[in-house]
């Protein structure tokens, strides 16, 4: 897991479970979309098509990773 799990992690985590930190974003949903290959690769034709998607899904916060 990279460096996007952590800060998902930093933003979502539950409120007053009494278990470690709280979130950032009482309630959020966090909706994964991934657009790198498998082989590592960020290619550009994938990366458009993730940006579509997220357009339609039109989520409050977008967390987009450049760097892999």
Known sequence: YGADT???CVIGAAHEN???IKGIVPKVTLYP?????SQG??????FLKA????SEVR???V??????
């Not at 690769?41 to 994938?46: D, G, H, N």
């Not at 940006?51 to 997220?54: A, F, Y």
């Not at 967390?63 to 892999?68: A, F, P, R, Y």
């Open 51 to 54: 940006l579509e998607h997220i």
């Open 41 to 46: 690769r960020a290619v550009f034709p994938r």
């Open 6 to 8: 952590g800060a998902a």
């Open 63 to 68: 967390l987009l990773n450049l760097v892999g």
């Open 59 to 61: 989520p409050h916060v």
């Open 33 to 37: 979309v991934k657009y790198i290959s």
């Open 18 to 20: 009494g278990v470690g």
